[in-house]
Each structure stands twice: as structure tokens, then as C-alpha cells.
């Protein structure tokens, strides 16, 4: 129990790595969300919160898999702001449980001519933030199930819904080109 | 490896490459880093709350260090006091060794210290006029800035900003109003944010850069106690 409270030098002074390298990247990417310098600043607040407690998480700081998970953690605290506020599109759980898991209807008309990675590709840029940052946890960062529910204040059952729904419907695409 | 799971693995695998490129896609599209950098200075307020973050995890570090050395100071004297029982002696020693190795492990005994202020905080005038009800409540001495904020009963919050003269201060001029005005013959900006309950006033002399700010939770100051505030800093 101790452990988990306790902070080694170690992990101060990564933490303040962390800090002065991605404090303006996050503060760059929350702004470009949120539109609001004010709210920018408390969800970069919230952001660099949000690592402290996951820390062990985070491997070498220069590495692009961290920067991938800090951008993730970012723009998750910044879509989850939106929804709270104004229900984004992009991450409202309303429609979760309809079909679309994209955010154009018709994904299939813009990469069905597509190679195969390509295509996934494609179809990835088009995913709903809900179902991408829990796949970009899982398959980038190598989190589990458990972890990412953790990490972004969900049940494990609903991690794992959106990861499985998520794949399962990017690989029924890619079937379906494949008999086109 | 039957066909399934090798299809399964394959795609697996693809869909890792797909979502790492997708992110690399996202990333470059951003700023360079000097541009990240130049596009916003943070607020006084944003930096002092980050710091009071450092501040706070340290203070967590320190009050369980000394809940460790308590504890095993306890178990000690409850050592001294058991009966002669071998068994329990045994495990209290292995509890004992198990609690000194988490403390060595998680307080280096070369702890950093503090960062040596850039400003001589020795120096820095304070206030000598508050409001009535106005306490300190904290102090912060770091490399880039040196502050004190007071409160009151009602947690309204006025906070004064020491920065070395070399800073780059910036400040939301969305959020608030501004206008140019005098403090102890130095040129000032005075900044209101009357919705937010918001004051604050800047301007430098020869040694550094000062920032007075008032945070109302249940009333807005009146102004010319706030300057009264700023002009009992000398």
C-alpha cells in the first residue's frame, strides 16, 4: 500500500520531464480542441494529473510511444470536457450503442479502391475518438483492458465492448473489400 | 499456430502499424517545437497551481516518510514488549527489515534539494497592507518566480508574483480588460475580469517583475483597495 503513494526522485524528476518537454504540446492540443485558453490550461492541469498517477505507464520520455500516450491522454480529458459540455459528436456515448462506430456515415465509399493496410489506415482516421484512443492504449502503448479503464476513468466492461466493437467492424470492412 | 489465430495475429499486427502511423500522421501535422513553444505563455496562475502540484507531492512524500519511520519505531517498541515467543519475534524482524527496505528503496537518503530561487527572495518586498480578514497561506520560492497568496475566511484569494526581469509574462486578453496606470511611479497594466472577480496588476522596476492578482469567490474587491495593495509594496 505504501508504494502506491509514495514518489521515488526518480519519479519526480521524470515527472518534471515530462512537464517542461510536453507541457506546451498539450496545452497546443487541448487549445485546438476545446477553443478556450482558459479551459486549455486547467485540462493541461488535468492532463499532467492525470500522468502523475499513471506513471509507470510512461516509459522513456523521448520515446515516440510516450508521446503517442500523452497526446491519447490529452485529447481523451479534452473530448471527455466537450461531451460534459456540449455532447462532441465525436465522443458522445449517446450513440454508442448504434452502428456507426465512424464519423462519416459512409466510410466505405472513399477507400474501397484501397490496398488492404491502406484501407485500415483510412478507415482508422475516420474512427470515433471513443473507439480509437482505447485501441491506441491497447495496441500502441500495450495497456490492458483493466489499464486503460484505469487510465480513463471506465469500466473494464466498456473498454472492452469499444475495443471489441471497434475491431470487429474494421475487419468486416476489410472482408467486404475483399469480395468487392 | 492454426489459421485462425495466425489471421487473427496478422490483423493484430496490421492494425498496430495502421494506428501508429494514424498518430504519427496526427503529430506531424502539428507546430515545430519552437512554434509550440511561442504559442502561448502560461498564466501566473496556471504555473503557481503547477508548482503548488510539485509542492504537493513532495509534502505526500515527506508526511509518508514519516509515517514509515513511526511505524517501524512502533513495531520496535512492541518488539521489546511481546512475550518470548521465537515465532513472532521471527516475523516481526522480517516485517521490520521488509518496511526499512521499502524506505530505503523509496527515500533516497540524497534527496535534490529545493531549487535554489533565481530571485533574492531575501529581498522581496511583501505587502505591508492587506484587507482585513487576509492571512497567508503559502509561499512558493522556485527558479522562475517567487510567490505569496493570502486568503480569507471566505477563500477569496489575492496573490502576489515576484519574476526575475528576463521573464516573458503573457496574459489572456480575451478574459479580461486592461489599461495602463501608474504603481509607485512605475508604469503598470491593470486587468480586470469583472464576470470572474478577477483583478490583477503588473509592472516592473529595476530588480523584477511584479504581479498582484485577486481571485473573488464571493465578492469582487473594491479596486482602490486593491491598489492600495499594490502601492504598500515598496
Redesign the interface.
Known amino acids: 500500500m505504501?508504494?502506491l503513494?509514495?514518489?521515488?526522485?526518480e519519479e519526480?524528476?521524470k515527472?518534471?520531464l515530462l512537464?517542461e518537454k510536453y507541457?506546451?504540446?498539450i496545452?497546443?492540443?487541448l487549445?485546438s480542441i476545446v477553443h478556450d485558453?482558459?479551459v486549455a490550461?486547467d485540462l493541461?492541469?488535468d492532463t499532467?494529473?492525470k500522468l502523475?498517477r499513471h506513471l509507470n505507464k510512461i516509459g522513456k520520455i523521448e520515446q515516440?510511444e510516450t508521446?503517442?500516450y500523452i497526446?491519447?491522454i490529452a485529447k481523451h480529458l479534452a473530448f471527455d470536457y466537450l461531451r460534459k459540455e456540449k455532447n462532441h459528436p465525436s465522443y458522445s456515448i449517446e450513440n454508442e450503442n448504434q452502428d456507426n462506430i465512424f464519423t462519416e456515415e459512409n466510410v466505405m465509399a472513399f477507400c474501397i479502391e484501397m490496398e488492404?493496410?491502406d484501407m485500415?489506415?483510412a478507415l482508422?482516421?475516420k474512427l470515433k475518438d471513443i473507439y480509437?484512443i482505447p485501441?491506441?492504449l491497447k495496441?500502441?502503448n500495450g495497456l490492458s483492458t483493466k489499464e486503460i479503464a484505469k487510465v480513463l476513468d471506465l469500466s473494464p466492461d466498456t473498454v472492452k465492448k469499444r475495443i471489441t466493437r471497434a475491431?470487429s467492424q474494421?475487419?468486416q470492412l476489410?472482408n467486404e473489400r475483399k469480395v468487392v | 499456430m492454426n489459421a485462425t489465430s495466425s489471421k487473427t495475429a496478422n490483423?493484430?499486427d496490421?492494425?498496430?502499424?495502421?494506428?501508429?502511423?494514424?498518430?504519427?500522421?496526427?503529430?506531424s501535422d502539428?507546430?515545430t517545437?519552437e512554434e509550440?513553444?511561442n504559442?502561448?505563455q502560461?498564466?501566473p496562475?496556471?504555473i503557481q497551481?503547477?508548482n503548488q502540484?510539485?509542492r504537493t507531492?513532495?509534502k505526500?512524500?515527506r508526511a509518508?516518510h514519516s509515517l514509515?519511520w513511526a511505524a517501524l519505531f512502533g513495531i520496535i517498541l512492541c518488539s521489546f514488549l511481546l512475550s518470548q515467543n521465537e515465532t513472532a519475534k521471527a516475523s516481526l524482524s522480517a516485517f521490520i527489515k521488509e518496511i526499512f527496505d521499502?524506505e530505503n528503496?523509496?527515500?533516497?537518503t540524497q534527496?535534490?534539494e529545493e531549487p535554489i530561487p533565481t530571485l533574492d527572495s531575501t529581498h522581496i518586498p511583501v505587502p505591508s497592507f492587506l484587507p482585513d480578514g487576509f492571512k497567508k497561506t503559502d509561499e512558493i520560492f522556485s527558479e522562475s518566480f517567487v510567490s505569496f497568496s493570502y486568503q480569507n475566511d471566505t477563500d477569496d484569494t489575492i496573490y502576489m508574483n515576484y519574476y526575475p526581469l528576463s521573464s516573458q509574462i503573457s496574459v489572456?486578453n480575451?478574459?479580461f480588460e486592461w489599461a495602463a496606470t501608474t504603481i509607485n511611479g512605475h508604469d503598470a497594466y491593470f486587468m480586470t475580469n469583472e464576470d470572474g472577480m478577477e483583478y490583477m496588476l503588473m509592472w516592473r522596476d529595476s530588480t523584477r517583475i511584479y504581479s498582484l492578482g485577486y481571485q473573488g469567490k464571493s465578492v469582487l474587491l473594491d479596486k482602490d483597495t486593491f491598489f492600495q495593495i499594490a502601492e504598500s509594496i515598496k
Open positions: 505504501l508504494v503513494v509514495f514518489d521515488t526522485s519526480r524528476d515527472f518534471q512537464y507541457r506546451s504540446l496545452f497546443y492540443i487549445k485558453s482558459w490550461e493541461t492541469q499532467f494529473l502523475s515516440p508521446r503517442y497526446v491519447t488492404e493496410y485500415l489506415l482508422i482516421s480509437k485501441l491506441q495496441y500502441i475491431k474494421l475487419q476489410l | 490483423f493484430d496490421m492494425l498496430r502499424r495502421a494506428l501508429i502511423e494514424d498518430s504519427k500522421n496526427y503529430l502539428l507546430p517545437k509550440l513553444e504559442f502561448h502560461f498564466s496562475k496556471f497551481s503547477m502540484l510539485f507531492r513532495q505526500h512524500k509518508i514509515v521499502i528503496t523509496l527515500i533516497p534527496e535534490k489572456d480575451e478574459r
